[in-house]
């Protein structure tokens, strides 16, 4: 039986991740995502109405031309989570592929989503809900499970495919976490069964290899915002928060905590609409009274209603935690909304810089125009996603793969991850595979 | 009326904290403090026994001879609370003054053991202890009220000086947590009536004043441990925590998770027995059953104990969470205990390491060779005791005193808060003053 | 006699400089500058047609209402140097003072250019040219002397008031330069006789107090510029040169090593014109038939033809060394001229990043861009133009004044400065002047 | 013809290097060295009386193991330059084999004392001197060729293995310097030359590969020190430099421009008189009058007689660059030598810290106890021995290997060596080879 796998994106970089899998004549593939900062580094590219090659040479999504050498027939396109890095580029290379698109509900939703906005190709693959802890037939030999795993979006799950010589585990973008705040905790449980009955190859995610101990969990960031914002409760002017708009359980805390001081909770921001509005149709405890406004027009009269009744009646939560310059917060900081600060009123960051000098400038711009207003700054009320080195540790403990192949960094990101693995008996160019874009790993002839 | 305020030490650096407040003839000292970090610099240096004048000269402790520019007596020593830095040069200094050292009973026990220590002068000063919220006569026309701060010690006060021309409020060394874990919340209330009051002056610990945002809760620092530790609840090797040994709460939800993980809790080190017994004493809800090990043999047992038993039934918490070189969790690494690291076992530092080159030095190398030994580092599961920039505002928005005095840091360390200040207001020069170790500030005439 | 000195701007921030000196009747301006960020922050600002009082909200330009408070007559507004943090206020301010502009011949050609591009107000101050070792009466007790520095730009001097109490000597933006490459040396003989008849007051520039060690040559700057385009020597392809276009003396080595390594140098954009003009109608030894092109059409026609007669051939020194979005290089970076790179054309940045984050990551999008062009970046071929710890400790064993006001940065760039003072034996508050934007400080009453 | 490489240490860390390729039967093992931190964190480890295994369990020597896995004899062992991480396991390892050391001179003549110093084994392995240009007969079909590079020691070469399948060059440890101070320039003609003739391996040095821009020449470093030391021209005081002892040019430059500022040179400390001693008796411009004492009571008395005959007449050159806590710098900060530093006194470390905690913290503490006893710290007078990144791109631009393999780093300090590469067209595992310690590259079969 042959089994390979080709590492297409996101093996030289953090974005447009691509991974396909071949179990003889068999294909799947894992994520097709977009790198969004090669398309921000020039100005005014409008990628919906970009053609995928121009895409690729810009290095914004995958180089899936290597598919071309791998002998077999694409069975599933499969998405992990709803994150623009793993299904962004969908929209541009589906088509290509005459197989359906399979996810989680919470991840099609955004799937068919991005194919809407999509303008320059006609995307009809099927698109096929599945949920963590089902099973689906790939081919005669090989069946594909969703494990349930816990990310800073809702809905995602590790896809394994069960194939004769072994489970190949695609586990990218997750955290160990035994208590979030909306899903069920992380199925460690599921991955120590796995390793007990044995994987052939575990593709890892490295985002956040290098930094030391554990990441915590959402509840922690969540006692962080309750800290936070209830230490404002007796302050009677304005208060605002900005968070990632795909991170429901955030913005679940931000609305609790919202009412908890006496406050309505606002959404703000075309893609605080989108992800809200997409987990409140899929059942996730969104209030259904809950105010959300993504349209200029109906942004503006938020605003305006805000001013008129009282700024401390009310929590605008809005897009802009990056100070990218278009979004709300920034534009508020601009003072091109008829929201207006006053001395005293807070702003409260519930994420974190990615850091990379342009999104600190940009990031460093927005803070300085909201304190020339007034505003107090509350800065990274916020843990990651990903694991961190010891969850590293502990999935290698429980997973024990025959294989590794470190993804979804650089080669310095990726780095640490394999001191890791080597300090754990694997052997590079042995069964750890260091691979790049474009390469084809070997597992079994 | 005259009231002056001299600033002794602290001024200038972080640590040897020393002012002297001067109404007519009553003079109040708040503080007597030293700089270990001046000590440490030298090789082979034993302060117990060294002489006030040279750990004048060295740095080490305030130089107190601007104290003979003030004309009046002192009624009061008053150490806020029971950290080295605040405390630490009583035994050198005190016996100078015919005066008590009033404190909170937890300060004054750490006081009583200070004094038992030094061994080249005498220091017979009365030990007094107030609560508080209570209030004590210092002069005629002077009374001094202990205002409950929360901070990483327990039994910690900002005195008051009640004049009559408003409160001297000296408010070193606090966050504001409305959530601690064994003691009440944070008086703001009170704060906000004295600044309703009249506040004519207010020395404020400008230690994180540079730190954006707002100092979390004690409570943020302990459900970090408990996601910590709780993940490790199916570890069965070994698992050895460490933190600030006087850090009365942290050493309790340390004393706690380990038993919600089944382990017994055993404490090691000289300091951790000191601090800990203390609060004990004190009525603090440490278990009487607890097992704390001050003394090399004693700690030699319960280390073959640990070994013998199983290392998967305790939780050592040891001293050495900045790499100190004598420290527990030093002589650990470098295998000078009975104590065995396996491959996988865990060391918790619920700490951060003070950002100082000589600090950072040992704790890398305190990790280096725990890592050598098969450890696995947990790191920062912690959160600081003094307040940030919002913090700072907020004190500001309470308290509007008169004047202000930062302290408790260099001048690049006050920078920050006199930006502050500024942008509230004050005027440098004016109304708040950048003082410097030796300095006098005449308040009123 | 009365003494006092207003310390109006720059004295809580780098930028919009401006000091005045009161001597009984008699009062000379120091400065008038810019602070170009506090504009740069907000989109679409053209200075030219603002008003002063608008500029002076934004924080942009000196707020001069506390020349009111000073009982006198301004006799004269001396820019040290033309720099715009320096010069760039004069079109903004100078109008409002009955006093010419005094400065170097350099200073004073581009005070007239700055005041030419004023379309706000009518500037018709006088502009009085005085050389450095030069000396101007000021009134009937005061002289004004010119003393030759060194710094990034040529024509720098030090103006020291000669009174009856002693000099006050201006020392803003200068390092010790004992070998600059067009200028005399450092005149240190002429400051330390100024330390032996009596300095009363000394003001310095604080920009890098808080680097260690001291600031290198001119020359060190020219020799690793040609060590880095030697190296080039044998390199047949596009060579790209970026500084900052003031300064004249790294232009000049850029020049000359130009046409060391066979290449025709071109200086291209507007201030490149403007700076290497002015310097060649004083006679600096710009080279007459050195090409330089400013305006938009005789640049592209310039590209073109070095795109056509080879790119080997020329050497491009061109503006944009700060990644400045409108800047020639960054354009260049955007394929917006017809200037085309090929894979292994270098570019030299003779320049730093200046540390801030909207500098930081516009530069980093220029680099970035520049690199997927096939650039090589050769980064901080530069050395700065600003006394750093060492540079100050020597200026103070030289001019030993009674009184030092510390200036050019914020209070936590300041804290070094006072740090060094004070081990000097100064005292804060005596005889260190710790000022703040808007004060004045008494020397003598 | 089988041509393979054994990547023996240095492939993870900095430090321990060693290579072996066999070219059919024959082998040649490239460097031997030593990799001190991992000694060092012990404490009281000596290395000379150590057996060779338990170096290669702490990680200090290369695990040399995996030479049993190559079919052949070794005929000859070179070591590329005399710093410890190349030459500093000879005494451990060189035993082993029945072949020469074959080096340049002045790197045998401290091989030949590195084996005098081994106390626990017998090295009698011969040693062989050979010129750069020169070339040596290896076996049938192999010759060695040296070829002269520039470092920051002097007699470093890069040895060429000619082979009928092209030449294999070991490259390890250089910088391009066209000017050197005392040695010919880099020999970049013949890397050329080697180019065009056709290289089937090249082996790079990656210590810097993630620094931007490229390492200008020592000729920089010495215009630094040049700048540095005549601007204390008029000072009188004591004036003392520290460097690496082995760093001969920089030796020199400090003996002359100790000379031009009319002050005797004197090195002090015992590895300063080994590398000078050794530079002078093979012909390098050292004075024969230059005064060098390595003993304790040698040292002692120069010190004497520096303070007799005035600290204003000598210039002490001495050990201690990175606060090793035994180097004579350290000591006489912690005044445990008779020198006496007054209140001025300058210190130029012509070294850069070398960028670990350890170090850091080594350094710092170093600094603060000079600056405690009144010295002024002049810092980084200094250049890097190694290639930045557009020091590889050259290089790579003139080698045009078939195949490439990074060393002399860990994963993530070879990954911009792999990015610069691969942006050159190579591909990971193709003809670029990320190999790890005790793995073997086949070339050819």
Chains 1, 2, 3, 4 share one sequence.
Do not use: W
Not at 20 to 34: K, P
Not at 174 to 182: A, F, G, Q
Not at 277 to 288: F, K, S, V
């Amino acid at each position: 039986m042959e089994i390979e796998i080709a590492t297409i994106g996101g093996y030289e970089e953090v974005g447009r991740n691509m991974t396909a899998v071949r179990v003889d004549d068999d294909i799947v593939v894992f994520d097709m995502g977009l790198n969004l900062s090669q398309v921000l580094i020039h100005d005014d590219v409008r990628t919906e109405q970009m053609h995928s090659l121009d895409l690729i040479d810009m290095g914004a999504i995958p180089d899936d031309r290597v598919m071309s050498e791998l002998e077999g027939d694409v069975k599933a396109i499969v998405p992990t989570h709803g994150h623009l890095d793993h299904i962004g580029a969908i929209g541009k290379l589906a088509h290509r592929y005459d197989a359906p698109v399979v996810g989680s509900p919470f991840t099609i939703e955004l799937v068919r989503q991005e194919i809407d906005d999509e303008s320059k190709f006609d995307v009809d693959n099927d698109l096929v809900k599945m949920e963590a802890g089902e099973t689906m037939e790939i081919g005669d030999e090989v069946d594909m499970e969703f494990v349930h795993v816990t990310h800073s979006i809702v809905g995602a799950v590790s896809p394994v495919l069960h194939t004769p010589e072994g489970a190949i585990v695609y586990g990218l973008d997750k955290r160990i976490d035994h208590n979030p705040v909306l899903e069920d905790p992380f199925d460690m449980e599921r991955f120590e069964e796995l390793g007990d009955e044995g994987v052939l190859c575990y593709i890892e995610d490295c985002t956040n290899a290098g930094r030391k101990g554990r990441t915590p969990s959402e509840s922690l960031a969540r006692e962080h915002l309750r800290d936070t914002l209830t230490s404002f409760e007796d302050y009677t002017g304005g208060i605002v928060a900005t968070t990632f708009s795909s991170h429901v359980e955030r913005v679940y805390s931000l609305v609790e905590f919202a009412k908890e001081i006496g406050r309505k909770p606002i959404l703000l921001g075309r893609s605080m609409e989108k992800y809200t509005n997409t987990a409140r149709d899929l059942g996730y405890p969104i209030p259904d009274d809950l105010e959300i406004y993504g349209h200029r027009r109906s942004r503006e009269r938020a605003f305006k209603r805000i001013m008129n009744e009282g700024k401390g009646n009310f929590l605008p939560v809005v897009t802009g935690h990056q100070g990218e310059p278009r979004a709300m917060l920034t534009r508020m900081a601009r003072d091109e909304t008829p929201f207006q600060f006053d001395e005293g009123d807070k702003v409260v960051f519930s994420a974190r810089v990615i850091p990379e000098p342009t999104n600190e400038g940009q990031r460093y711009a927005a803070e300085k125009l909201l304190k020339m207003q007034g505003a107090r700054i509350y800065d990274e009320v916020h843990v990651s996603g990903h694991l961190r080195e010891e969850g590293h540790y502990q999935m290698l403990e429980a997973v024990r793969p025959d294989n590794i192949i470190p993804a979804h960094q650089s080669l310095s990101g990726v780095a640490p991850y394999v001191d890791l693995a080597e300090s754990q008996g694997y052997t590079t160019g042995e069964d750890l595979h260091i691979s790049r874009n474009g390469n084809v790993v070997q597992l079994t002839e």
